[in-house]
């Protein structure tokens, strides 16, 4: 599944929604083709690199094999 995801991640021309926020206050974008989620800077209005969970959200997952809560809605 994780080698599906990053060829798909390397040919994707990604098409990008509004920037959110997510329950923790981080600003984030998600492709709308292939559902890769990006961190973005509201003040230089840029991308920043890929969204990766916050510790305690990936000590969550580690313990109980959830996807990560991302606080999307």
């Known amino acids: ?11 994707c ?3 990008f929604t509004w920037p959110r ?3 923790f206050g981080r600003h ?3 492709c709308l083709r292939c559902g890769t989620a990006y961190e ?5 209005m840029r991308q ?3 969204l990766k ?3 305690s959200v990936a000590a969550a997952e580690n313990a109980s094999e959830k996807p990560p809560e991302w606080g999307w809605r």
């Open 1 to 11: 599944m994780k080698l599906l995801q990053r060829l798909l991640q390397q040919t």
């Open 13 to 15: 021309s990604h098409r």
């Open 21 to 23: 926020t997510d329950g």
């Open 28 to 30: 984030y974008q998600i």
């Open 40 to 44: 973005y800077d509201w003040d230089g």
């Open 48 to 50: 920043t690199g890929r």
């Open 53 to 55: 969970p916050l510790p």
